[in-house]
């Protein structure tokens, strides 16, 4: 007799879970209580260190409609793109693993959803009621239940290294682009606020919040350009601008006075470069006799930047102060945002070129110097003319954006001499840094005084290693394991794994690149395993896994004593895989390859061993160009 094969959940529920063992269970209860049966539930485990993943496991035991899945720390909005990524119902919602949900949740959203036909269904009776879409331009995950194909036809995703507003960014793009949306006010969702929560561990990081707020814009403004909103949006940018940083996040937050007016200069900044008068037209406002009222959205009395920007305490009036109620309340001196027709800010652009390796330093420097406040995005009009290398940087979770073609006049030196090109504002002279010589050039780390191009490799760390906790992020691999690479890193990560790099194929007729002597490799591994001897761990665990470009080389020379894997299942054009099984073995023995050098530093273990060749370069004594002084980190050992 055939087993029938169970019906398609209706509705996908997403639970992130860190560290919540002591509310977990009545969540998960929660969700098993639902008078819709038709639903499965997905846990992901996000590297928590408490008994969470147990409990989990339990309940996925003993009910066949809830999975379980477990990965590294990566952070929720990580665990929740592994859950859509996994998740076969019609529809999405998320329940973090310390609230609950009402037994009729599922079911009213259901009901609502296919009523309406909708893209995204708003739940609960508070975000109801503060629709239309003009007053709300985000929501939390609570507050949103989605059709799965949506964010799968747009290439929606929770912006991974964002936290807070990882859900207050994913709802507001999902509502700039769903084209129907229902209202659920039925749908009761049990919030838990604790002390370990998100909402009161937020208040003690301001300088993270600080820190963030940069990126949010960054975010919003790559998303605005790639979809070409910025017109028939920007009430839509203004309003969450005003609604998810100012009145949900910083309202109520101890920050300094320093600290608020910097937060006001950012914002500011950001507004001003992207709410022209143009813009401004669009939302103008029609009076019953048909007149159009110019009105200015950054200055509407309703917008938050102006209150967040008083303080109220005790005292006697003085100047730029009002006394209401026996407080004094103090005003900022600054001006509420002008919606001026400014141009945008001085942009930066580094042209990409070379393999893999190079892409990642081309753009560790850009993102390292975007970081003080400057537009940034990446060129790869070179690749157009290349038929061995491709830009590989958009299989990462990178946020500055990567365009086509400059234009004429980009990335050639000027003729018009420095003290005439200064006289000129526009872009049509834009200021040209090259690098002179491989090493760090702290001239080139200096602000840029206006339109500025980058060329050259920046092949050290001294320029980005201040944003390294973010470039680990920003290169986490984007797109998903073939069912081979996993299976080769979960043997990676079941051992003491020790990645082994070979690079020939271009090296043997590179004048300035040649592969290391096979001797480098074996005392190399000498001394990688006596130091882990003396370190105690057990040789059982040790085990070599070898990448090359020419694996049959690595397999008739370098066949190490101890277990080992020649790991072959990637081609020339999936690089970006083996770059990620490499970055995720415990030690490394690189060649003299940014490509493996990378998987060494983005590789996150304390305790990790790299061994480099201690000659990089082939260069003659006159060779000022090729010096690989600075390019190996200080705590690497070189053979």
Not at 209 to 232: A, H, K
Not at 331 to 356: D, H, I, Q, W
Request: with cysteine.
């Amino acid at each position: 007799m055939t087993q029938s094969c169970p019906p398609q959940p209706q509705v996908s529920v997403i639970v992130p879970v860190y560290n919540q063992e002591r509310y977990l269970e009545e969540c998960i209860s929660s969700i098993r209580r639902q008078t819709l049966a038709e639903w499965e539930c997905l846990i992901i485990n996000d590297g928590s260190s408490d008994s969470s993943g147990e409990i989990a496991r339990r309940f996925s035991e003993a009910d066949s409609r809830i999975r379980y899945f477990e990965q590294e720390n990566g952070g929720v909005s990580s665990a929740r793109n592994l859950g859509m990524q996994r998740a076969s119902g019609r529809y999405l919602c998320f329940v973090d693993g310390d609230d609950f949900i009402d037994a009729a949740f599922l079911k009213h959203l259901l009901d609502a959803s296919d009523r309406g036909a909708s893209d995204l269904t708003v739940a609960g009776k508070l975000f109801c009621d503060r629709f239309p879409p003009d007053k709300i331009p985000a929501l939390p995950t609570c507050g949103i239940f989605l059709r799965r194909e949506f964010p799968l036809k747009n290439n929606l995703e929770f912006p991974e290294g964002i936290h807070p507003c990882e859900d207050g960014l994913f709802s507001h793009f999902a509502l700039a682009l769903a084209e129907k949306i229902s209202f659920c006010p039925e749908a009761v969702y049990h919030y838990r606020q604790h002390e370990q929560g998100n909402h009161h561990q937020i208040r003690k990081r301001t300088a993270d919040i600080l820190d963030m707020v940069p990126r949010w814009l960054s975010l919003i403004e790559e998303f605005y350009e790639q979809r070409q909103l910025w017109t028939r949006k920007a009430g839509h940018l203004v309003r969450f601008v005003e609604h998810e940083p100012f009145e949900l996040r910083l309202l109520d937050m101890p920050f300094s006075h320093g600290e608020q007016e910097m937060l006001y200069g950012i914002i500011r900044d950001f507004l001003k470069a992207h709410c022209t008068d143009a813009e401004c037209r669009r939302l103008r406002k029609k009076t019953p006799e048909g007149r159009q009222e110019h009105r200015n959205p950054l200055e509407a009395s309703s917008f938050l930047p102006c209150s967040f920007m008083e303080k109220e305490r005790p005292g006697t009036a003085a100047a730029n102060t009002q006394t209401t109620g026996g407080h004094t309340r103090e005003y900022s001196v600054l001006t509420p945002f002008p919606c001026l027709n400014m141009a945008k800010k001085k942009e930066l652009v580094m042209r990409l070129f070379g393999g893999l390796g190079n892409q990642l330093f081309q753009y560790a420097f850009l993102f390292a110097l975007s970081r003080q406040g400057e537009k940034a995005r990446l060129e790869a009009s070179s690749y157009e003319y290349d038929d061995k290398r491709v830009c590989e940087l958009h299989h990462f979770h990178i946020s500055l954006p990567i365009e086509g073609g400059p234009p004429p006049w980009a990335f050639r030196k000027s003729r018009i001499p420095a003290c005439l090109r200064s006289l000129f504002s526009a872009p049509k002279y834009p200021h040209f840094r090259e690098e002179k010589r491989h090493g760090f050039d702290p001239g080139l780390t200096a602000p840029p005084r206006c339109h500025t191009y980058f060329k050259g490799y920046f092949q050290t760390e001294q320029y980005f290693l201040h944003c390294r906790e973010q470039l680990c992020r920003e290169f986490r691999l984007k797109t998903p394991l073939t069912q081979e690479n996993a299976r080769v890193l979960e043997d990676i990560r079941s051992c003491c794994s020790i990645s082994l790099h070979i690079r020939r194929t271009d090296y043997l007729s590179n004048p300035y690149l040649s592969p290391p002597p096979l001797e480098y490799y074996l005392r190399s591994m000498a001394e990688m395993e006596g130091r882990l001897r003396a370190a105690g761990v057990p040789q059982e665990s040790l085990r070599y896994f070898v990448f090359s470009d020419d694996i049959e080389w690595a397999r008739q020379n370098l066949s190490p004593a101890l277990p080992h894997v020649h790991v072959d299942i990637n081609d020339g054009g999936a690089g970006y895989f083996d770059l990620e099984l490499m970055r995720n073995c415990r030690h490394h023995i690189i060649a003299n390859s940014t490509f493996s050098w990378w998987a060494a530093w983005l590789n996150e273990h304390a305790e990790k061993i790299v061994i480099a060749p201690r000659i990089w370069f082939n260069r003659n004594e006159d060779d000022r160009y090729h010096t690989d002084d600075a390019l190996i980190p200080g705590s690497w050992l070189r053979i």
